[in-house]
């Protein structure tokens, strides 16, 4: 268990909604990152928060959001989704600002039909 | 692009013998490197890292070299073990770009 968790497991939706994705950083963690993972492109950096301010931004769409909380909590917004969209959805923290050892949460496996 | 990249999608090895997974990187300003694990069903787990300061690193049962010259590193398992069947990763641990993962089967 990394101590990040990641709600929901599982996510079926059609195409056009809008879903959120919920992560919880390990205690202590103040940078958090999310990444996609599909078949066909492997793991993907979308983007990182840090003491909930952006710090940096990977390949993540316009349609995508996400934001951290005063809490440290963060939530990645998915919206207008299209069938592409269909992946796993997950959220690494690490202590620091500066790329270093990232835990990892179960994922979140994400269905648009 | 600059990337990380895997050379093999897959590598069987016997149960207690050494593995070796290959990585290549395309940037030559790049520093840091992580090896990762994902079991199937689960996020990816971090296993060891170096920076471009040191040409081996190793933890436990694990070796990761790095040879700067041709912008190559490997992760060494040591006897390995059916529980280290899974997918690796090599990852630029600035750019946060993973190569396309390797998966280990481990035969008995």
């Known amino acids: 268990d990394s101590g990040v968790t990641q709600t929901p497991k599982h996510l079926i939706t059609a195409t056009g909604q809008r879903v959120t994705l919920r992560c919880s950083p390990r205690?202590?963690?103040?940078?958090v990152y999310w990444y996609q993972q599909s078949l066909d492109q492997g793991l993907q950096f979308l983007i990182q928060y840090y003491n909930g301010e952006e710090r940096a931004k990977g390949n993540i769409l316009e349609r995508f959001s996400a934001q951290q909380f005063p809490d440290l909590h963060s939530e990645l917004n998915l919206s207008s989704l299209e069938l592409g969209d269909s992946a796993l959805y997950f959220c690494?923290?690490?202590?620091?600002?500066?790329?270093?050892?990232?835990?990892f949460g179960p994922g979140t496996r994400l269905l648009v039909l | 692009g600059e990337s990380v990249g895997l050379h093999l999608p897959t590598l069987s090895v016997q149960e207690g013998d050494n593995s070796i997974i290959n990585c290549a990187y395309s940037?030559?300003?790049?520093?840091?490197f992580i090896w990762y694990k994902q079991e199937s069903g689960k996020g990816p787990q971090f296993i060891i890292d170096i920076r471009s300061n040191m040409d081996k690193r190793q933890g436990q049962r694990v070796t990761v070299l790095l040879n700067k010259t041709v912008k190559h590193l490997s992760l060494q398992i040591a006897a390995t073990q059916p529980g280290d069947s899974a997918v690796y990763f090599c990852?630029?641990?600035?750019?946060?770009?993973f190569g396309t993962g390797t998966q280990l089967k481990v035969e008995l």
């Open positions: 940037n030559s300003a790049s520093d840091y």
């Open positions: 690494a923290s690490s202590a620091g600002l500066v790329p270093e050892t990232q835990y």
């Open positions: 990852a630029d641990g600035n750019k946060l770009t």
């Open positions: 205690s202590g963690d103040l940078s």
